[in-house]
């Protein structure tokens, strides 16, 4: 066997495992997914084979929900990127060396807990018996926070923000400090050096980081039922319904493609932003 | 023998886990999370401690180690489970659930994994049809009377002649209203929904059901409960479209939320309104007098259930009077059968929450089985939802 030979019978060996996991358990479900939405509702609810786009003629049914998702998902992950980015500058440049370890596992620690747990502490703390029973008792109006759109945000930034924090981490980690000195060295202020060198740099780790919150958002479904009462509605939501309310598979099927599709584009769209930001620079999101 | 902390304990550290994984899935509810992982343990202990566990009447491993059911929120006495495990070996592992939509959904996805379940009356003919339960083997099921039955509320259990479904309890549904909050006396689903738009707006729910959210609406014009007519769901859907943003949540597990003030005002089931009136006396049931639902709700076995064995001891168990009636002092939903009722205290036959008044009791309407299938009626509750 040729060396060629050998190297491509090592790679086939080494992507053997990820391939077949990839296959049974993406691509057999979408293809099923597919089929599904071509189909119809059976009399009792489930689908029943056809061949029609009705379902996706069907779409528009669910508009307020694809937009509740598709504005409350991209400004939970800017939000998110606000929150992190100057979390993550402090960690990567500002503290010292010896407490570094310390508060990234701070950071970390949260995710030993589900998520759930998490949301349903924040569902007695916005509830009538949290922060509103102290408002009221310094004497401030009665206010209600839970299940409105403001707590949904607010879940949302509070359970993602871990997941932004570090890939802006790592980016600004690996950032060459010696770059900076030179903008120094070459007469730049320390805000034209922020925005023209360290920004610039950092823009893979915000990208990554806000397209992985992004696409985990895009098919939120915990919190908005948690804390938005079930009235704040995102498209995981009608998801939810459709398969188990409704029993309108074709439908919840056809709404799952859409969600795939808006995902797919949005990173595409994504990755050119950066890669164009960032000059010419490889960039690597997908 | 070594003696281990956790011998005593209902639940290990891995199925403690399981619990965990299985709330984060959404299985099963807080409630039920807490109660297996909180109340259990601490009732069991104290019961092992006392030495009141009884010799298991079963042999060991004869009915397997678990069975799992899917019943409905605050529906049982934890007790009850606890104690069946205690004589049989058999741990019940509870799923709790919002909609008999949601039920029927995990039946026919398959392997839903249940050897018991909590159909209401109207769903029955639409499983049996569907071939997703067995016909009952009354053999194995010595506790159960039908001649001790009311058989205005346990008719629906028997689909063409065949048995399907044996009774757990029948009930009402009319809402809950805090009289600390909303003083005016309140009587009839318009009071309901006006109430939500004006002083209650902001502090109403309604169920996350299709069956009692649409039909309320409707009976808020007097349309029949189980109304399929095009104009008349129109005419509901509006109405609840209206009332939407005045709503504090849609939700069926509305107790958390009127325990704690957040809510004032919500649809509510018998069971809910009798624990809610019995913890907080503020807090009223209500029928509308304009009618609305009467249930009731049945047990019955999946066909692919994975431990049948087990699920006729329980249900047989379930059937035994002396244990029904502890189910029905915890839960508060009134019983159709006799022998329980003989056995109830008086003041819980007393109850009006429980046992209301024959001239309120007269317009109520079982739910329709056409409701259950019905597109019409899921799409106009999806469009309510999402809107």
């Known amino acids: 066997m040729s060396s060629a030979a050998r190297k491509r019978l090592v790679t086939a060996l ?7 996991w990839l296959f049974l358990f993406l691509v ?12 119809e509702r059976a009399p009792a609810g489930g689908y029943q084979p056809a061949l029609t786009l009705a379902q996706y003629a069907n779409l528009p049914a669910r508009a307020a929900a694809f937009w509740n998702t598709l504005v409350l998902a991209p400004a939970g992950a800017l939000a998110c990127l606000l929150i992190a980015y100057p979390v993550a500058y402090y960690l990567a440049l500002k503290v010292l060396p010896q407490r570094r370890l310390l508060l990234v596992a701070l950071i970390i620690i949260p995710f030993w807990t589900s998520l759930l747990i998490r949301t349903y502490a924040w569902m007695y703390i916005l509830g009538g018996r949290g922060i509103p029973a102290f408002l009221e008792l310094v004497g401030l109006p009665d206010l209600r926070l839970i299940n409105t759109p403001g707590a949904v945000l607010l879940g949302i930034v509070y359970g993602y923000l871990p997941l932004m924090i570090l890939p802006i981490y790592i980016s600004l980690e690996r950032l060459d400090r010696r770059l900076l000195e030179a903008s120094a060295d070459l007469g730049a202020t320390p805000f034209s050096t922020f925005f023209s060198v360290t920004l610039r740099l950092s823009l893979p780790g915000m990208m990554t980081g806000f397209s992985l919150v992004l696409i985990l958002l895009l098919g939120e479904y915990l919190i908005p039922t948690l804390l938005g009462g079930g009235k704040v509605f995102f498209i995981g939501n009608a998801l939810v319904d459709l398969f188990l309310q409704s029993r309108n598979w074709p439908f919840g099927s056809a709404i799952a493609v859409a969600l795939v599709g808006i995902a797919v584009v949005l990173l595409l769209a994504a990755n050119r932003i950066t890669a164009r930001l960032s000059g010419a620079r490889q960039v690597d999101l997908l | 023998m070594s003696k281990s902390y956790r011998d005593g304990l209902p639940l290990s550290a891995r199925e403690f886990i399981d619990q ?19 109340l ?46 205690t004589n049989t070996g058999v741990a019940v592992e509870v799923n709790v659930f919002g909609s008999n939509e949601e039920m029927l959904a995990k039946l026919q996805a398959g392997a839903s994994g ?14 049996r049809q569907l071939d997703l339960i067995d016909a009952l083997d009354v053999s194995k099921l010595p ?29 009402t549904t009319g809402f809950a209203v805090n009289t600390a909050k909303l003083t005016k006396p309140m009587t009839s689903w318009k009071d309901f929904f006006d109430t939500s738009m004006t002083t209650g707006s902001g502090r109403s729910m309604v169920h996350d059901y299709q069956l009692t959210t649409i039909g309320n609406a409707l009976k808020y014009y007097g349309y ?14 509006e109405l609840l479209l209206k009332v939407k943003p005045h709503l504090f949540a849609i939700s069926s597990d509305y107790q958390p939320a009127m325990r704690s003030g957040d809510a004032w005002l919500t649809m509510c089931w018998t069971n809910d309104g009798a624990q809610l009136h019995r913890d907080i006396p503020a807090i009223d049931y209500v029928l509308g007098k304009e009618g609305g639902e009467i249930w009731t709700d049945f047990y019955a076995i999946p066909k692919d259930a994975p431990n049948k064995a087990a699920a006729y001891a329980l249900l047989n168990y379930l059937m035994d009077p002396k244990v029904a009636v502890k189910e029905h002092i915890a839960n508060g939903a009134p019983s159709t059968d006799a022998r329980v009722n003989a056995l109830l205290p008086k003041d819980l036959l007393d109850n ?36």
């Open chain 1, 14 to 20: 080494l992507l053997a495992p990820a391939a077949v």
């Open chain 2, 143 to 171: 506790n159960y009377d039908a001649a001790a039955q009311n058989k205005r509320f346990t008719a629906e259990g028997e689909v063409n002649g065949v048995l399907c479904a044996v009774p757990k309890n029948w009930g």
């Open chain 2, 114 to 127: 249940w050897s018991l379940f909590v159909p209401t009356n109207y769903t029955i003919s639409t499983y």
């Open chain 2, 352 to 387: 009006p929450i429980l046992y209301p008044a024959a001239d309120l009791l007269a317009p109520l309407e079982f739910g329709a089985a056409a409701t259950l299938t019905d597109p019409a009626r899921a799409e106009l509750m999806a469009r309510f939802k999402s809107a």
């Open chain 2, 40 to 85: 259990g343990v601490a009732t069991a202990v104290l019961a092992s401690e006392l030495g009141l566990r009884p010799t298991p009447a079963y042999a060991a491993g004869e009915l397997g180690d678990r069975l799992s059911i899917a019943t409905w929120p605050n529906y049982h006495d934890p007790q009850t489970f606890v104690d069946f495990t």
């Open chain 2, 20 to 38: 965990l994984l299985r709330f984060r899935r959404g299985s099963i509810s807080r409630r039920h999370f807490l109660g297996v992982t909180g």
């Open chain 2, 224 to 237: 029949s409960f189980n109304s399929l007519k095009p104009d008349e769901l129109a005419k509901a859907e």
């Open chain 1, 28 to 39: 057999l479900p979408f293809i099923a997914i597919v089929v599904f939405s071509l189909g």
